[in-house]
């Protein structure tokens, strides 16, 4: 865990005192994922340097681990600290597998232990281990050097990391298969981040917890939902944009907007069932069986030649192709929607139907945000 | 000219010897010195430019009246002339680009190498021998170049204080009015220049880590 406790940072520069962090408080629980999302200058980079030691503090103090970081030797500490720079700064003298290897070599570790780690990291970041190891940073391109940065803090896997900008120079299709393979460790490692980054959507992906910063102070503290539903001021509003209703996709779940249906049960008699359809005007009738486990929709359309008088529907049910999970988000169901070309999706938990989405949801919920956005908007 | 040297050969390699030892000796002392030196008011800024202010004006000092001023001081302890104020001058002329070139070397290390070094836990020690000294040392062997070829000059002139070297054959020109001798001592040390400029070229090839060598093929 880091507590910062009215951490201040203050720099003068040519007589003009700048508080690069400004009374700043904040928690980090273990093995928690926080996102610094800001814009430039507002003191990001300030305060990971000042986690390690890399900058003295003006005022307040920083525990790890309920130590306080000052009566820590700082060598030592920065050995248990992972930190990647925003300017990558790898030694130019040195081979890609000395660059990564340079912590464990100076903690220790022996020459077999070091080669096998360099070799898991390369891979861990998508880069062909016999093919870079020894090569020199100079020899790689922007994005590749990053992920060399990124390898070297985790090198003597610290329980703590500090990322600025770690994924900054990365293509984008790299970089979605980067967040997305760090996001897959970091669910296996559960190692205590600090992330810093200004690009807002990945915050939203990559945080457990965002802290948005302006000024050198934490505007808001919370989960990306948080952040995006419900902003604490202006500010915030402002940085998570105009187009927060699509963002918002990303993040609500269909349980957010699903409602009770009603259902019958396998077994009930065509009469019954068109009776039903007259009474409700509908055209479709889910089915579910005794469990509750959604079988099937039957159509009106199917069942009005029919007049068998002793006919039940169970001939009749179509197949529902596919259903919808609780922890789903709204594009998800936006998407199966799409592709599929159905309108109205069960939503089911452990083989039960919990309720259903259609598509007049979706967009309900669509233009209502987008409405709120949009009076926000004009009152600011 | 040609004559004098292929009579006198033997004795042009004894003296080229002589003349080239003084140098590698001083040059030595002098980077025992300097470099450490350099290395020291790179970590502490403010006395950076009042000890290359320093080596500057020893630099400014005429070699005649450098040796005209320890004469009396060195006689005390009997070593007013000879090889003694030859070395001594030279360690002293030789700080300016020693210690210039070992502070700018360090100074123009990417700032962000430096940093992640920091940040990843090396000691000031680790980082000094793992990177700044690796990636100064080109720069650094260039002082020293700077260095030996302008001391193979001065010991040339250090004849006057009883040094030894090829400024003897000019020396004896000069009183012989021989000037073919005269002329043979200035070639020789020239070439001595020439020859000891090109090997340390290659050094500060050599020297030079393999990631920097390499060109630069991105960015
Ligand atoms: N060494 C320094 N001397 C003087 N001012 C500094 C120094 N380092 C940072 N600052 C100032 O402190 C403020 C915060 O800088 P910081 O680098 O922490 O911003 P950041 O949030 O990381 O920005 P970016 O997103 O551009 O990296 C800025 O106004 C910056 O100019
Ligand atoms: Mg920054």
């Known amino acids: ?380 | 000219m040609i004559e004098f040297l292929i009579n006198n050969w033997h004795q042009a390699l004894v003296l080229a010897g002589e003349h080239l030892f003084i140098v590698l000796v001083a040059t030595s002392l002098a980077a025992a010195i300097g470099i450490p030196l350099g290395i020291l008011i790179s970590t502490k800024e403010d006395w950076a430019p009042v000890v290359i202010n320093v080596a500057n004006i020893i630099m400014t000092i005429p070699s005649i009246a450098l040796f005209g001023i320890m004469l009396p001081l060195l006689s005390i302890f009997n070593a007013g002339l000879g090889t003694v104020p030859v070395v001594i001058a030279l360690i002293l002329y030789s700080q300016l680009p020693i210690i210039r070139n070992t502070y700018t070397a360090i100074q123009n290390i990417d700032p962000a190498v430096v940093d992640s070094a920091k940040g990843i836990g090396l000691s000031t020690w680790r980082r000094l021998i793992e990177v700044e000294l690796p990636l100064a040392l080109p720069v650094i062997i260039a002082g020293l170049r700077i260095a030996i070829v302008m001391n193979i000059g001065i010991v040339t002139i250090a004849v006057y204080v009883g040094a030894g070297g090829l400024g003897k054959f000019i020396q004896r020109g000069i009183d012989q009015v021989y000037e073919e001798q005269i002329m043979a001592g200035a070639l020789l040390v020239a070439l001595l220049a020439i020859v000891v400029e090109a090997l340390l070229y290659g050094v500060e090839y050599l020297v030079t880590p393999a990631g920097l060598k390499e060109g630069q093929q991105h960015d």
């Open chain 1, 1 to 380: 865990m880091i507590e910062y406790q009215n951490v201040v940072k203050e720099y003068q520069d040519n007589g003009a005192l700048i508080k690069a962090v400004d009374d700043l408080s904040l928690q980090v629980e273990s093995g928690e994922l926080v996102v610094l999302l800001g814009p430039s200058g507002c003191g990001k980079t300030t305060l990971l340097r000042l986690t390690n030691r890399l900058e003295d503090l003006t005022a307040g103090q920083i525990l790890i681990n309920g130590q306080n970081i000052l009566e820590q030797d700082e060598v030592k500490l920065r050995q248990k600290i992972g930190y990647v720079i925003q300017e990558i700064g790898l030694f130019p003298n040195k081979t890609i597998a000395e660059n990564i290897g340079m912590v464990p070599k100076i903690i220790g570790w022996s020459a077999e232990r070091i080669e096998k780690r360099v070799q898991e990291l390369l891979e861990m970041m998508n880069l062909d281990a016999d093919l870079f190891k020894d090569r020199y940073p100079a020899q790689l391109s922007g994005g590749q050097r990053q992920r060399v940065g990124v390898a070297r803090a985790l090198a003597a896997d610290p329980e703590l990391l500090l990322m600025d900008e770690p994924f900054g120079a990365i293509d984008p299709i790299n970089r979605k298969e980067i967040q997305d393979q760090f996001l897959h460790l970091q669910d296996k490692l559960q190692k205590t981040i600090i992330f810093v980054s200004h690009d807002i959507q990945e915050a939203l992906k990559m945080g457990d917890k965002i802290a948005l910063i302006n000024n050198g102070q934490v505007v808001q503290f919370g989960t990306p939902e948080e952040i995006l539903l419900e902003p604490a001021n202006d500010f915030v509003q402002d940085f998570v944009g105009t187009e927060r209703a699509m963002k918002a996709l990303d993040l609500v779940q269909v349980t957010e907007i699903m409602h009770e249906v009603e259902y019958k049960y396998k077994g009930l008699a065509v009469q019954d069932a068109l009776t039903w359809f007259r009474k409700k005007n509908n055209e479709y009738l889910l089915i579910c069986n005794r469990d509750q486990k959604p079988l099937g929709y039957v159509s009106h359309q199917d069942l009005v030649d029919d007049y068998a008088a002793e006919a039940v529907i169970d001939d009749y049910i179509r197949d529902l192709y596919t259903v919808l999970h609780p922890q789903d988000t709204l594009k998800e169901a936006l998407n199966v929607m799409v592709t599929n070309e159905v309108t109205t999706l069960c939503v089911v938990e452990e083989g039960a139907l919990v309720g259903v989405v259609k598509f007049a949801d979706l967009q309900d919920y669509l233009s209502k945000n987008y409405r709120r956005e949009h009076q926000e908007l004009k009152k600011a």
